[in-house]
């Protein structure tokens, strides 16, 4: 009976170690990935603020521009390349009539937040015009995440113009639209 035993362990032994051969079946399918072309912006915020002036409180001095500083209006967006090196750039082009006197001066932020990748580079302050000026250059595969606290915080400072008359500023209200573009 040990003997049994052992050649049975044996046999096991060996069969347990030689490879024997397996018949093995197999199928595949490809799986595509495409990544679109995506250049998407949008603002977030306080976008229905407004300047204010008051009286130079004696006569002989011109108005003061007293609210002359508007924040708090984020830009976001989000951008995937093709891969031909070319970068999206943001402009801002001010739509409406300002008397010459008065200039609208636009600042944005380095980009803050939840961003990821390869977000622009602000070009500094800009005095906006009926011109796209650009505000945001070298943009690359990124997103600046959503909503405020996120992206590049916008300010806006109304300036007079020094090498304008003040002679065609009258008083009335000025609506203007500030209109910005995400583009190669």
């Avoid at 040990?2 to 018949?23: A, C, D, E, G, M």
């Avoid at 977000?119 to 959503?146: K, Y």
């Avoid at 203007?176 to 190669?184: C, F, N, P, W």
């Amino acid at each position: 009976m040990k003997i049994q035993t052992i050649w049975i362990n044996l046999l096991i032994t060996i069969l347990v170690s030689v490879k024997l051969p397996s018949v093995a079946f197999a199928q595949s399918h490809q799986v595509a990935v495409s990544v679109p072309k995506v250049a998407l912006i949008s603002l977030a915020g306080n976008t229905n603020d407004h300047f204010s002036f008051a009286s130079g409180g004696e006569a002989g001095h011109k108005l003061e521009i007293t609210g002359n500083r508007i924040t708090g209006i984020w830009l976001n967006y989000s951008s995937t390349l093709e891969n031909d090196g070319k970068s999206h750039k943001i402009t801002a082009t001010m739509y409406g009539q300002l008397p010459d006197a008065l200039q609208v001066i636009l600042e944005a932020s380095p980009c803050e937040g939840s961003f990821r990748g390869n977000t622009g580079r602000p070009t500094g302050q800009m005095v906006l015009s009926g011109q796209p000026s650009e505000i945001i250059s070298e943009i690359g595969n990124s997103f600046t995440g959503r909503g405020t606290n996120n992206g590049h915080l916008l300010t806006y400072t109304l300036k007079w113009n020094e090498e304008a008359s003040t002679g065609h500023l009258f008083a009335e209200n000025h609506e203007l639209q500030i209109v910005y573009t995400i583009s190669e």
